[in-house]
Structures are given as structure tokens and as C-alpha cells.
């Protein structure tokens, strides 16, 4: 494709890059926004998402050609300098790598759970609002093969602008859904056979002592409020043990040793 | 002590609290900003640092009664509405608790290695100039008992205000040093008989498999860059293995693995 160079930060064809932090909070209409060469890269080798539009600093152009070497050939991609890409943004972007990609429709949490193999391992996060957190905890994910998360509704969009920075990509790339029933949710895995673990700071087994099954779904609490007693009287419960002095730990740190225990 | 009403944004009795953004930027010599209930409990309680003055929102303080008891009788605790917090930090301050401590002298990497048990945990990052992973290493090594940080010259200050926060006040307690002669500080371990591990993603040998002798020292790098080819050369290095299509982990979540399994 040929870049489009762009002069006008009010230029039409970049409007869905204006003022990207307010847009972020106000959500964008089945859109998201890919930033970095790394997470454009995941975008454009993705089957789940596709690109509408990319826009990058005239200096990085000479890096991405191998990225771009994926895009499909009637991909716009526009070009500008640093004053109009801070203009449109509304903020310094150093990165200076942008994409606008299109949401797919939700999954049923049932339908993710048909597609898995025989041998899986879920992630559960019930009420993470922080991004930071809910990326952290895809990009965990990914690193120790996790085939699927499955969140519930009080959980923030992985797909906002910071989640999918902060998940390097991973948020791309591990197939997610949500769920509204609780219950019904954890009725339904034990229907498939999943192991449940519910990581608590007052569970019952120590996580080195933890085996797992074939199936596994692990659910991931809130660091202040932890996940509600409901689910941990529902579910086997496992802790990880820290020093006395000091026991806390942010909820991505915890995935991470925990995913790391499960993984195969 | 009788809490101080201010009402001057520019009164001189809170002058170091003045543009906290930019004054972090800027250095503070020799004081650090204390953020957060947590972090000033911490503070108060410390050996290693002292508070000189506390700046709370009048509507935090009746929540602080029990920290404010550990307080020396002659701390000057100041209280302001809302406003005028927000005028003096020069942006908005949610959190509405702030201190300034006063950094200890500096420790010798010799001196604070002479005060450690003879079991001991070490942890060295090398090169983290990134506050919030300064501060997630901190807190990742206060939650599994680490006895003290040793970083090279290149780290950032583990008592920035941000580092401070995202550790959760685990910067104030665990003692750290700074050394400038790595090939000398690795060799002052080797006679002290630590164990030196450093953690690589192309690591020899799988961590589930490295034990740990009485006195281990654990090395982490950058993110992008690892540790320097030198030091790999020259210890132990151990891997955290993962998924082959997404191989990429935080430093913060590799040092929480790492630090979960070294812990006793």
C-alpha cells in the first residue's frame, strides 16, 4: 500500500484518532486502539480483528515495513509529522504508532468454552476495573499458554487502549468472553469437568501443594476486596504463602505465580 | 499533636510539598514523598527514616487516628481542604495523605551485606531504570521475606514517589544499597558465599529446577535489553519457561515467580 500523508490534524480521514485518552473513557463504537509495533504486528497477523485504518510518525515508517508487509493492500495507511500526530492524539504519543481495529461481536461464554481443547487452562477475573491489571494478567496468560479468559461483567474492556499496551499484544491474542451469571457460570464448569482454584490470600492450600487436572479454570480476585465469599465458599481455595510481615501482592503478580505453577 | 490549618497554598511551612510532579523529576535532596495511609503507617513506624511533616485533607484525618499515634509528639501535621491540596501539588490529589521523610545516608553495598542473617535472600536488579518496576520488585521482595536490595549504579531511586507508592511503602522497609563496580560487588558475594542467580528468558537452567543454597543473590534485568552479556557470562543463569509463540514476561511478574520460589 501507498502511505497517505496527512497535514491536517482535522483531516477527515483520522478522525477516529482524535483526543484518544477522552475517547478511551467514553468507549468507541466496536472500535479499539492497537499502539506500538508490537501490538500492530499482533493486529495485523490476527484472524479475530481487523484493521480499519493505521497512522504513524513519518520517521517510524522505515521500521515497519515488515509489519506492514501484512496488511491487506486496501489498508489506509496515513503518514504524518510529530506536531499533527500530537495534535490528533491530544498528547505526546512517542510511541508514534497507532491502529484503529474493529471489535469482534462478544462470544457467548458457552461458545469459547465449546472451542477449547480437551486439556485447558482458563483465567477468571471477577471485578478487575484497573487496566494495568487486567493487561498484566492477559499478557501472564499468554506467556504460560492459558487457552481462554472468561471474565466476569464488573471487569474492565481488555480491549481499552491501555490494557492492550500493557498485555503487549496478548489481549489480541488469547480468545476472552464474559459472563453475567456467577453461578451459573461455575455450574456450567463443573458440568465440563474444570478443576475450579479460586486464589485467595486466606486459602485453604498452599499453591505449591496445588495439582491440576486437565481442566482448569483459576479465578483472580481484586487486591483490596478479593474475590466475594460466595465464590470462595464455592471453590477450592489456594494461597499463595508470603512473608508475615508484609502479605500483598498486586493481583497481576499473583497470576504470574500461578500460571507459572499451572503451566505445562 | 495538634493538626495545622492551612489555607495559603503558598504558606512557606508547606513549600516542600509544592509541584510534587516536577519536583520529583528534579531531585529533592535528600527527601522523599510518602503517599497513601499505608505508606505513611510505614514511615512512621521506620528506624531508617524520620517524617517531617505529615499534609492530610481535612476529611482524611479522622480515618489516620491510630497512625498519627505512632508520630513523634513534635511533627507538624498540616490540614487542608481539597482546594488547597490541589493547588499545592500542582495536580489532583485523590489520595489526600502526603509526608516528607528524609532520606538515611546512603549504606555501603559491604556494610549492609556485613548486617544480613547468615541465611539470607538477596535481590539485585541491574539497569531498572522504571519506577513502577523498582516499586513492583520491592513489594514482590517484601512479600517473600527478601532481607535487602542491591542494585548497580544504573537503577532509578527505589525512594521516588511513584516507586514508593507501588511498592506499597516496601521501599521504606526492606534496607537497599547501590554499588558502581559490578565485576567487584559480584566477587564480594562469591567470598561472602551467595549463590548467584541470574534470571534470563534464555537462562540454562529452568527454574522449577534451581535450588537455592543459605545465601543466594538474585540478579534481574531490563525488560528490552536483560542483563549485560558480563554478568551472564559470569553466574548462574536461570530461565522461566514459557509459551513458545509468546515469550515475554515483565520484569515485575518474573521477579514475583522467582521470589516465590527461592522463598523459605
Not at 466496536?30 to 501490538?39: C, S, T, Y
Amino acid at each position: 500500500m501507498d502511505p497517505i500523508r496527512i497535514d491536517d490534524p482535522r483531516d477527515p480521514r483520522v478522525a477516529a484518532y482524535l483526543d484518544i485518552r477522552e475517547r478511551d473513557l467514553a468507549g468507541r463504537q466496536g472500535r479499539f486502539v492497537a499502539e506500538g509495533k508490537v501490538v500492530l504486528d499482533l493486529l495485523l497477523s490476527s484472524r479475530r480483528f481487523t484493521a480499519e485504518s493505521i497512522l504513524i510518525l513519518e520517521n517510524r515508517l522505515g521500521g515497519l515495513e515488515e509489519v506492514l508487509r501484512k496488511a491487506q493492500a486496501d489498508l489506509p495507511v496515513y503518514v504524518v509529522a510529530g506536531g499533527v500526530m500530537d495534535a490528533i492524539a491530544g498528547f505526546h504519543m512517542h510511541r508514534g504508532i497507532l491502529a484503529i481495529g474493529r471489535k469482534e461481536t462478544p462470544h457467548p461464554a458457552g461458545s469459547l468454552l465449546d472451542a477449547l481443547p480437551a486439556q485447558a487452562l482458563i483465567v477468571v477475573p471477577v471485578g478487575i476495573a484497573n487496566h494495568d491489571n487486567m493487561g498484566s494478567i492477559f499478557r501472564n496468560a499468554a506467556a504460560f499458554g492459558a487457552d481462554a479468559v472468561l471474565m466476569d461483567g464488573t471487569c474492565c474492556d481488555p480491549l481499552y487502549r491501555k490494557a492492550i499496551r500493557v498485555s503487549v499484544g496478548a489481549a489480541l491474542k488469547i480468545p476472552f468472553a464474559s459472563f453475567t451469571d456467577t453461578a451459573g457460570f461455575t455450574a456450567e464448569l463443573d458440568r465440563r469437568g474444570y478443576d475450579q482454584f479460586a486464589l485467595s490470600p486466606r486459602g485453604r492450600i498452599d499453591i505449591r501443594d496445588a495439582r491440576r487436572g486437565e481442566r482448569l479454570a483459576l479465578y483472580l480476585g481484586t487486591e483490596g476486596e478479593g474475590l466475594p465469599e460466595s465464590l470462595l465458599a464455592r471453590l477450592q481455595t489456594v494461597r499463595i504463602t508470603m512473608s508475615k510481615g508484609f502479605d500483598s501482592l498486586n493481583v497481576a503478580a499473583a497470576s504470574a505465580i500461578a500460571l507459572h505453577h499451572f503451566s505445562r
